[in-house]
């Protein structure tokens, strides 16, 4: 019988959207023109979800972390570490993770926050994975993916309040000698894009201030346009070297999860790839771009679902703002 390394096999997940439904129509009433068209043909974005009045981002981190635990059979006394992957934090400061460690009463966990844009989650992965494969004392890692964008948006800027939504997903990592877990990853980055997209405002380099406030500058900006053609050639790339590392055919990866902000880069990519585009799960259409969390959404909507096999090989592909990339591959 073969033996494996110990690693962190995936062995369940979770997640949460807010019940607010906010469709392609509430945009074409409120900036008076077609934009459910565009959308539709485009990026395959119906319906978005937002968070009301009330709601933060905390609470669809708990709903989550509870179902996945629940799923994984995982108490909370048995979680010795939680990352959480997010650009749109509870708080500048104290970590999200601290919030919902309280929450959740784990009181052996350790947590942080990581921040990659909307390639988080994928870094966390990969970050949650080195920790249980370097260090014994990791059992039970739990990663989530958390965005809370709507609070950023300016709702009549329809270059960005009709892509991005709110939303959550966890996953558990346990330690495992079976084979399955990380088998591959690369973090990359094209850092001088840092000044086309983002929010700028409520940092060091530019507190808020009235002035700031009035002025929207805390809102999430597309200072100009990233070109079109960077992620799909950068996702082929990334994701030939980690199969080409791990000495197998792409075709033989069953499960691709994208980030999630266009339907057209990811057929793009699957086809530069030769892969059978039914390999990838979607779900822009009814949540809309969830940022970190649309990856963790995508996989749950597999997994929960049991439509992943044991043994099955699989691809998270991530990117944002930054620019920041972060390739995973995994035997589930």
Same mark, same amino acid.
């Given at each position: 019988?073969?033996? =494996? ?21 509430? *945009? ?13 043909? $485009? ?38 570490? /939680? ?28 947590? =942080? ?68 877990? /990380? ?47 960077? $992620? ?23 499960? *691709? *999860?994208?980030?999630?902000? $266009?339907? $057209? ?64 591959? *995994?035997?589930?």
């Amino acid at each position: 019988m073969l033996e =494996f390394k110990r690693n962190g096999a995936i062995i369940a997940s979770g997640m949460a959207v807010p019940d607010r439904i906010v469709p392609n129509s509430y *945009f074409n009433e409120l900036l008076g023109e077609d934009v459910d068209t565009w959308l539709r043909n $485009n990026v395959q974005i119906y319906n978005r979800r937002w968070l009301s009045d009330g709601e933060s981002m905390a609470d669809l981190i708990e709903t989550a972390c509870l179902q996945a635990m629940e799923r994984g059979n995982i108490k909370a006394e048995e979680i010795d570490l /939680l990352i959480i992957a997010t650009d749109t934090p509870e708080y500048v400061s104290p970590a999200t993770a601290s919030v919902i460690q309280d929450r959740l009463k784990l009181v052996n966990a350790g947590t =942080f926050d990581l921040n990659a844009a909307c390639s988080g989650f994928v870094a966390a992965l990969d970050t949650a994975s080195k920790y249980i494969q370097a260090d014994s004392q990791y059992h039970n890692v739990m990663v989530v993916g958390a965005y809370a964008m709507s609070r950023y948006l300016d709702v009549k800027d329809k270059k960005t309040a009709t892509l991005f939504a709110d939303g959550a997903a966890a996953v558990i990592l346990k330690a495992e000698t079976d084979g399955r877990g /990380l088998l591959q990853s690369q973090l990359s980055a094209l850092g001088e894009y840092n000044s086309w997209m983002g929010i700028y405002a409520g940092g060091s380099a530019q507190p808020v201030t009235r002035e700031v406030l009035e002025a929207g500058g805390e809102k999430l900006q597309f200072v100009k346009k990233i070109p079109t053609e960077i $992620n799909p050639a950068r996702w082929e790339q990334m994701i030939r070297t980690l199969c080409d590392r791990e000495g197998i055919n792409v075709k033989d990866v069953s499960h *691709f *999860f994208f980030t999630q902000i $266009n339907i $057209n880069t990811i057929w793009q990519t699957l086809d530069a790839l030769e892969v059978p585009r039914e390999r990838a799960a979607t779900v822009m259409h009814e949540y809309g771009y969830t940022g970190s969390a649309a990856i963790p959404m995508a996989f749950d909507s597999r997994y929960s679902k049991q439509e992943i096999k044991r043994g099955e090989l699989a691809v998270f592909m991530g990117s944002g703002g930054g620019l920041a990339f972060g390739a995973a591959l *995994f035997r589930m």
